[in-house]
């Protein structure tokens, strides 16, 4: 089993930043990917980002490529999702997310395993 825990989310203004964290604890040698999502009321999932555990990979989507980055820190088997520019309408809750049967970077929701529990981003006008 894997254990997720998020934090770092709030409240900001727009053209602020936040750096949110995802600690994982557990079989963490079985993990391959991290990706960070976020939903939205009424919308679907977004896939935002992701990397790879053991060579650092990164992937970002487009529609936030140039704002966010994510990041790990495999000593405090953690990564990161440094958020600038923020807009009202990246107010969301954001997830963290790992992967043990992919081999590659993901941005299906359904290709990860394990969930944190979600941290809530609000960014006010």
């Known amino acids: 089993q894997v254990q997720l825990v998020e934090s770092g989310g709030g409240l900001v203004q727009a053209g602020g930043s936040l750096s949110l964290s995802c600690a994982a604890s557990?079989?963490?040698?079985?993990?391959?990917?991290m990706g960070w999502f976020r939903q939205a009321p009424g919308k679907e999932r977004e896939s935002l980002a992701a990397i790879t555990w053991g060579g650092g990979t990164t992937l970002v989507t487009k529609s936030v490529k140039g704002r966010f980055t994510i990041s790990r820190d495999n000593a405090e088997n953690t990564v990161y999702l440094q958020m600038n520019s923020l807009k009202p309408e990246d107010t969301a809750v954001y997830y963290c997310?790992?992967?043990?049967?992919?081999?590659?970077?993901?941005?299906?929701?359904?290709?990860?395993?394990?969930w944190g529990q979600g941290t809530q981003v609000t960014v006010s006008s």
């Open positions: 557990g079989r963490t040698f079985t993990i391959y990917t």
């Open positions: 997310a790992a992967g043990v049967r992919i081999r590659r970077l993901g941005t299906n929701a359904e290709e990860y395993d394990y």
